[in-house]
C-alpha cells in the first residue's frame, strides 16, 4: 500500500507533538482541487473513534473539544513548522485523487490520530457515491513490507 509509510508518519508526527488527531477537509473536481481546511488537535476529552465522528464534528466539535488546535493548511503562518506532515497528507490524497482531473466533484476528509487512519469522501461521478478506508496501526505495519 502506497499511503502507508505517509500514515503512520503523520501518526508519529502527531504523537511526538502531543496531539490528539489532525483533521483534513478536502473538496476538488474537474481538474482542480486540495485541502480547504487542516488542524492538528489536542482534545480536552477522549480521542473519539474516527470511524464514527461525524461531519459535524470534524467541522465544529473538534474545535469546540479543543486544548491547541493548530491550523496546518499550506496558507497558515505557523510558528511550528507542520511542512512535514503537510507534505504527507498531500501524498495520501493525492494517492487517492491525483490532479483531480476528470469531470466528477467529491469532497470529504482525511482523519488520523496516533493509532488510526480514516478517509471519507462523497463523490459524484455519473452518481452520487460515498468511499470509505479505516486502518489501524496494526494494519498498516501489516501492509508495509518489512526490510
Not at 1 to 26: G, P, T, W, Y
Not at 51 to 73: H, N, R
Not at 77 to 101: P, Q, T, V, W
Amino acid at each position: 500500500m502506497r499511503i502507508a509509510k505517509h500514515i503512520k508518519a503523520v501518526c508519529k508526527e502527531l504523537e511526538s507533538r502531543n496531539l490528539d488527531i489532525v483533521a483534513a477537509q478536502f473538496s476538488g473536481g474537474n481538474d482542480e482541487g486540495g485541502f480547504d481546511k487542516v488542524s492538528a488537535f489536542k482534545l480536552k476529552s477522549e480521542v473519539p473513534d474516527i470511524d464514527t465522528v461525524s461531519t459535524w464534528d470534524v467541522g465544529t466539535g473538534l474545535s469546540q473539544d479543543a486544548l491547541v488546535e493548530d491550523p496546518i493548511d499550506t496558507y497558515s503562518n505557523n510558528e511550528i513548522d507542520y511542512s512535514e506532515m503537510r507534505d504527507n497528507l498531500l501524498k495520501i490524497l493525492d494517492s487517492y485523487y491525483g490532479s483531480f482531473a476528470g469531470e466528477y466533484n467529491t469532497s470529504g476528509v482525511i482523519l488520523i490520530t496516533q493509532k488510526k487512519f480514516a478517509f471519507r469522501a462523497d463523490e459524484t461521478i455519473q452518481n452520487y457515491e460515498s468511499r470509505t478506508d479505516s486502518y489501524t496501526l496494526q494494519e498498516l505495519d501489516e501492509l508495509i513490507p518489512h526490510s
